[in-house]
């Protein structure tokens, strides 16, 4: 039986075709989710992509947080379904408290649009377990609030008990707090991070690599084997 990995659209996703490219890339089977569908289809995993959902008004992700696709997935999230959100999802996700920190606008007060380095801190979580911790990759990185931030208190825990997921390497491009670029919750299925690894799942795309196609092997094979 083949996987089933939902993406949801808001109004202003970017990224929605994009993700469920990859997700078809990896073996599984994308489900197209609307932000006004008030069920998820019976997926076996839920994307949250990348975009400017409802143009980021009052903050990125805040007016998403409350569409009504958002009331199951907060509901089967915390029952074990993985979530994983990419850039604005990210933001969605923590607006949502499915996610500890805040997303702020960049410090340098500039939309940015590069290829970014990064570490793989916990190859341990639902979308992560075809990498290695410590391994560098290298993702496309866009966004103009990207900077994530936390009281000390919540930095402390995420690093205590290894829920960062991935660091910025070399160049911090949006002033992220210890150079955070994604989370995971205390059970590992729910994953934010701002680089796209949709837009690095093929050699004449994006970076050029592959780097971000494990995001989507990972919860294959978690499913599979599930």
Partial sequence: MTARIGVVTFPGSLDDRD??????????????LWHKDKDLKQVDAVVLCGGFSYGDYLRAGAIARFSPVMEPLLEQAKAGLPVLGICNGFQILTEAHLLP????RNNHLHFICRDQKLRVENASTAWTTDYSAGQEIHIPLKNNDGQYVAD??????L????RVAFRYLDFNPNGSQR???GVSNEAGNV?????HPEHAVEPL???GRTDGLPFFT????????A
């Fill in 19 to 32: 993700t469920q490219r990859a997700i078809r890339l990896a073996g599984a089977e994308p489900v197209a």
């Fill in 218 to 225: 990972s919860i294959l094979k978690k499913l599979v084997n």
């Fill in 101 to 104: 920190g805040t997303m702020l």
């Fill in 191 to 195: 994953v934010g991070l701002m680089p």
């Fill in 152 to 157: 000390a208190y919540t930095l402390d825990k």
């Fill in 205 to 207: 795309i994006g970076t």
């Fill in 159 to 162: 690093e205590a008990e290894g």
């Fill in 179 to 181: 150079d955070i670029a």
